[in-house]
């Protein structure tokens, strides 16, 4: 920085009175700091970098008191960052105000791809820090990994899982896996399906990978009981309060399966709890439903935490966490933001892979595109429905998605009629006025599995006599339709 650009920054802190998440303030009247390790590290791991400001001494009010010697400060800093790994090339500014010395020292970011920069004299494990707010704080182990994993190039979604046999896994599944994966695909063609499953990541050596086991293991948290996606309704804004009746969920899931089955689940818990509201234009008569989320961008958000979350074995301990709350939905994924990407770049630049096996494979069973167009999506489908922009937040291993609920717009909406229902059996009731058959059912729901719509579903209802059967003498019949009953 340029020496009016510090004597600004003297001035600033003056006014703010505090530390930031890129400033420093050592007092250094009596002679150079002896533990700016830690910092140096800290601002080293950091995209933005920092600056730390020598003279201002916080403790007593943030008064300016000058430094002791601003030549012999810059030579013992320089010291402190040649014994860092990789050695820091601090920027020094100098400034003479009122009488008295300050110095700024300028910390760059390092690259992802060299970080963590730590203390040599401590070891990478003890030496690494990492900045949050004004306070400088030793890395997690995981931390620390997942800079390792990322240099190295590590790939957790192709680890084999040595108890896995290929007897617990779907082979109908599989089978058509690699089918879908051979058309276009002439030479794939000629190899056998072991040599395939070699090829693509699903075996090592013959053993199944965590891949085969995520995406065609009858069940995979048999291997992996956390793998897993945990989903409650909270009757609040935050988790701990309390319903009217002393309840602390409304809804409460463990949701299991392969990651094709999670999605479907995980879609399924959060239209059933959340409000659908159906807008009749009155002039038209035409209908449509309006959620607390667009299931579009719901759906999106549940993907990419299923395929980009961290499987590594520091994290294969912790769940995927859906929360419903009053006010927001949040989706939290183990595994902050992979690489070099930052969170200012989430949806516009094209980002590293961490399971790219896993994605190439939801790619070929059509489950998402793998064209990095699941956060646009998320963006457009919020947009439309006149909600917030989706936030996200990286949580030091944990990444965030939320979605706010915010004010929904329509056109003419103060000329429509509204109806609002709480439950899925009322949204069914509803989108059933009409005969409808197993699919628009299904779908209307976002579940995929036609059958298990029906059976978690519909088939309650019929039983409680709120649907009745188009053919009731053959309840299995493929030209069924099912009709809300109309009251008496």
Same mark, same amino acid.
């Given at each position: ?18 530390? $930031? ?9 009596? !002679? ?52 860092? +790994? ?61 800079? %390792? ?18 007897? $617990? ?5 599989? %089978? ?26 699903? $075996? ?40 009217? %009746? ?15 089955? +999670? ?19 009155? %002039? ?50 183990? !595994? ?16 590293? $892979? ?7 494979? +939801? ?23 006149? +909600? ?57 729901? !976002? ?42």
């Amino acid at each position: 920085m340029m020496p009016v650009e510090l004597e600004n920054l003297i001035d600033h802190v003056q006014v703010l009175k505090a530390e $930031t998440q890129t400033l420093e303030l050592k007092a250094a009247a009596q !002679g150079c700091p002896t533990r700016l390790y830690d910092t140096l590290s800290s601002f080293s791991n950091q995209d933005e970098g920092g600056t730390i400001l020598f003279g201002v001494d916080e403790q007593a009010g943030f008064v300016p008191v000058g430094v002791y010697d601003a030549q012999d400060l810059m030579k013992h800093v320089t010291e402190q960052c040649g014994q860092m +790994m990789p050695v820091i090339r601090p920027v020094f500014t100098t400034l003479l105000k009122n009488g008295k010395a300050f110095v700024s020292a300028e910390i760059p970011g390092i690259d992802v791809a060299d970080r963590p920069c730590f203390y040599a004299g401590k070891g990478r494990l003890k030496g690494s820090y990492v900045r949050t707010g004004d306070a400088d704080q030793p890395m997690t182990e995981y931390e620390i990994y997942s800079y %390792e994993a990322f240099r190295r190039k590590y790939q957790d979604d192709i680890r084999p899982v040595e108890q896995a046999g290929w007897s $617990t896994l779907n082979k109908d599944s599989l %089978e058509l896996y690699l089918s879908k994966l051979k058309v276009g695909r002439p030479n794939l063609s000629k190899l056998k399906a072991e040599e395939i499953c070699e090829l693509v990541g699903l $075996t090592r050596e013959g053993i199944p990978t965590l891949a085969a086991v995520l995406l065609f293991s009858l069940f995979p948290q048999g291997y992996f009981p956390q793998l897993c996606v945990t989903a409650v309704s909270v009757p609040g804004t935050e988790v701990g309060q309390l319903g009217p %009746e002393g309840e602390r969920f409304l809804d409460n899931r463990r949701i299991e399966g392969t990651l094709t089955e +999670m999605l479907e689940d995980a879609l399924a818990f959060v239209r059933k709890n959340i409000r659908i509201k159906t807008i009749i234009d009155t %002039e038209t008569g035409k209908r449509a439903d309006r959620e607390d989320y667009p299931l579009t961008a719901v759906r999106e958000a549940i993907l990419n935490a299923l395929i980009h979350r961290d499987y590594s074995l520091h994290t294969e301990g912790m769940p995927i966490q859906i929360l419903l709350f009053e006010d927001r939905l949040e989706i939290k994924s183990p !595994g902050g933001l992979y690489g070099r990407l930052r969170l200012d770049q989430l949806g516009k630049v094209q980002p590293d $892979t961490r399971n790219p096996v896993l994605a190439v494979a +939801m790619e070929v069973l059509g489950e998402t595109e793998n064209r990095y167009s699941g956060i646009p999506t998320m963006r457009r489908e919020l947009a439309r429905a006149g +909600m917030p922009e989706p936030e996200f937040w990286d949580e030091r291993g944990t990444f965030v998605v939320c979605f706010r609920k915010g004010k929904q717009t329509a056109q003419n909406e103060e000329l429509d009629t509204v109806y609002d229902y709480d439950t899925t059996d009322e949204n069914l009731l509803h989108f059933c006025v009409i005969p409808r058959t197993r699919r628009e059912i299904a779908e209307f729901l !976002g579940i995929k599995s036609v059958p298990y719509a029906i059976t978690t579903y519909v088939s309650p209802m019929v039983e409680k006599g709120l649907l009745t059967l188009s053919i009731p003498e053959k309840p299995r019949s493929p030209k069924q339709r099912y009709t809300a009953k109309q009251p008496e």
